[in-house]
């Protein structure tokens, strides 16, 4: 499939030619959805805590007699049912961190990429790069252009006037290719792949 190439100023610059088995494919929201659902749950911290009765501060000895004073029977004050017990049945610690096959994890990536493309929220930019780090220059150009929530990926070393110039824009992103992921390319509107972005993807998922 073929792609107009562009500037950031919306100038025609060309056509490129697009890998079908990356960019062409039928997008499948099954595997899209097992992608996300694995980038979430490996990135989430898992260090929330809650303290048993036997990691609460306090005495072990026996509250009061077992018989003989009318009330239910208890041992120590530190018992899940008491203020300032333990908690019975609390987070642990724990990796939240599930397999995924390296097969369907490039497959999601290619099917996001198709997804992309098929809705025609794809744009191929010649270059990602600006004269000044003047998030104002950037913020025009999106706006010419329509881009609300958008997101840069380019090959190369990402130009260091674009990315300061995009730090101060809520919905804009700017990831290298080696950061290419499903998540990120699904939450924006527009993907903008810059012509070294696109050599470098359909190199590695070749």
Do not use: C
Request: aromatic share 4%; hydrophobic share 40%.
């Amino acid at each position: 499939m073929k792609a107009e190439i562009t500037s950031l100023d919306a100038a025609k610059l060309g056509e490129i030619e697009l890998k079908d088995s990356i960019f062409g494919l039928e997008p499948r929201a099954d595997i899209l959805h097992r992608v996300v659902n694995w980038q979430l749950a490996k990135r989430r911290a898992g260090t929330h805590k809650a303290k048993t009765r036997s990691e609460v501060n306090g005495t072990g000895k026996k509250m009061y007699k077992q018989k003989g004073t009318g009330r239910a029977r208890h041992s120590d004050r530190k018992a899940p049912i008491f203020r300032g017990g333990g908690v019975a049945h609390g987070p642990l610690v724990r990796d939240h961190a599930i397999e995924l096959p390296k097969k369907v994890r490039t497959l999601g990536l290619k099917l996001a990429l198709s997804a992309k493309a098929k809705s025609q929220s794809l744009v191929v930019v010649d270059e990602a790069k600006l004269t000044e780090a003047k998030t104002k220059i950037l913020a025009a150009k999106l706006a010419a252009r329509g881009w609300n929530s958008v997101l840069f990926i380019d090959g190369g070393a990402l130009d260091t006037n674009f990315l300061r110039a995009s730090r101060n824009l809520v919905h804009v992103d700017v990831l290298k290719t080696e950061g290419a992921n499903v998540y990120d390319i699904l939450r924006r509107d527009t993907l903008v792949l810059t012509k070294a972005a696109v050599a470098q993807l359909e190199a590695r998922l070749a």
